[in-house]
C-alpha cells in the first residue's frame, strides 16, 4: 500500500482524497515493489494460487500476482478507496471496496494474504485485523505484512531542516495513531495471533534528490506541512529549506527500514503449496 484510508473511529494520517494522494503512492511503489516482488518470488507464487492484497493502493502488487497465478488462480485487490484500481479489471483482478477492521472475508479461501504499510495504522485492532486475514487463509497459507521503522530517515545527512521535518512529521503521524516500531510490533502480533513459521528482514533504499524515490519524501513533507505549521513545529522557511534538500540532486539519504514478516498459517496445507 500502500495505505489504508480514513474511517470511522481511526485518526488516519493520509486522506485518500488528497488531490495529490496517486502521485504518493505511485512514488512508494517505485521505493519499494522491487523488494515485496522478491520476497513473493521467494515465497512461490505460482499459477493457480488464490491472494489477496489487502490495502492494494494503485494496485500493482496485485497486477503482478495476477501475472504470477495464472489463468488458474485467483486475486482479490481489496482497499477502501478502489478509484485507483479499475485497471485491473483487465488483467482479470476482482477489486473489492473493503474495510479489512469489520468487513467480513470468505473463510480459508485464500493462499496468500499480503498487507504493505497498513497494519501500522491500525492502532490497537491490529489484532483483531490479523485474527481476521487468519481466518480468510487456507492451511498452510502464508500472511506476508510489511512496515516501517521511520528511524533512519534522512540518515547519512546533518541538515537541520531534514532533521526538523522529520521530527515534526512523524510526531504528527504517531498522534494520528501511527506505530513507528513497524514490523518489530508485526512480528509481535503475527506469533500472538497463532502464526507459525514467523520470519522477518528488512532493506532500506538510498534515496537521491529530485528523483522518483524522493518524490514520496517531497510529497509526504507538502501533506504534513500545514499540521507542522498549525501545531508551530516548523516555520515556513524551514520547510522551503526541506523542499530545496529533498529536490537536490547532490543530496541522499537513507529511507526508512522495510521489514518483511512472514507467518503460515498452521493445519494441514493443501496441494496449492
Known sequence: MNDVSVSEGVAYVYDSDWQLETRRLL???VIWDAGTI????????????RCLEVGAGCGSIAGWLADRSGPGGRVVAADLSTERLGWLAGRGVEVWRHDVRSDPLPAEAFDLIHARMLLQHLGEGRDAVVRRLAGALR???FLYVEDTDPSPVFRGTAKDALSAVKAA???IMREAGFDDRGGQSDIETLL?????????????????????????YLLWL????????AAGLVGDAGIAAARRLLQDPDHRWLSQVMLSVVGRKGGRADDGH
Open 27 to 29: 512514488a512508494n511503489q
Open 38 to 49: 522478491d520476497h513473493l518470488e521467494r515465497l512461490g507464487v505460482r499459477d493457480g494460487w
Open 192 to 216: 500472538r495471533c497463532g502464526f507459525s513459521d514467523v520470519v522477518a528482514d528488512g532493506r532500506v533504499a538510498v534515496i537521491r534528490g529530485g528523483s522518483a524515490e524522493a518524490e514520496n
Open 169 to 171: 512529521g512523524y510526531q
Open 222 to 229: 507538502d501533506y504534513l506541512a500545514p499540521r507542522m505549521r
Open 139 to 141: 492451511p498452510g497459507g
